[in-house]
């Protein structure tokens, strides 16, 4: 029994303070009201350009990262942050209300410009606005890549690449993502 113990206070102390930091870093940034951070949620780097609004939930292990002066992360109302997922911006991810997101999904705005002259270590970000409107689930494991709009209502299927334009209403799956069907939305 007191080993038992012994480890619940452990855990309890590690997750209280967990808990704490991550309150004590989200105070930086711009936020609504009842906001619920997961064991582990982890917020990084320029956070006063981060904004979020009320009923979010960040699921354990989530990681959200401003990973510059001049980037911008927006998450609407009534959103879910799944387990494990990381949202890295340089530029500018707007995600909007009411949306799902499931664990282990990847969202970042940049990725490595190469060419064969240049040593890939020393290649250039490009970095591209990535907007999720309204409504929108996306399934675990998927990647949104930068220059990606999805529009309202949309669902991302499961282990999806998703990079471009998706029309609202849309249930896409695949790498590359194909167009499923369109929602019949009454």
Not at 25 to 49: C, M, P, T, V
Not at 83 to 97: Q, R, V
Not at 137 to 151: P, S, Y
Not at 162 to 180: C, D
Request: glycine share 8%.
């Amino acid at each position: 029994f007191m080993r038992i113990t012994n480890n619940f206070r452990k855990f309890y102390k590690a997750t209280f303070f967990q808990k704490i930091k991550s309150f004590f870093l989200l105070s930086k940034a711009k936020k609504g009201n009842n906001i619920f951070i997961g064991r582990g949620a982890s917020f990084e780097r320029f956070l006063n350009n981060l904004e979020i609004g009320s009923n979010i939930i960040f699921k354990d292990y989530s990681r959200i990262c401003v990973a510059d002066t001049n980037a911008k992360i927006y998450i609407g109302t009534n959103t879910s942050i799944g387990h494990h997922t990381f949202i890295f911006a340089k530029k500018n991810i707007s995600i909007g209300e009411n949306c799902m997101i499931a664990p282990f999904v990847y969202i970042v705005d940049n990725d490595h410009n190469f060419n064969d002259k240049e040593l890939l270590v020393d290649s250039d970000l490009e970095c591209e606005d990535i907007i999720i409107e309204d409504n929108v689930w996306i399934g675990a494991h998927a990647i949104i890549l930068k220059g990606t709009k999805i529009g309202t209502g949309s669902v991302i299927g499961a282990g999806s690449v998703v990079k471009g334009n998706i029309e609202k209403n849309s249930v896409i799956a695949g790498n590359p993502h194909k167009v499923i069907k369109t929602r019949d939305i009454k």
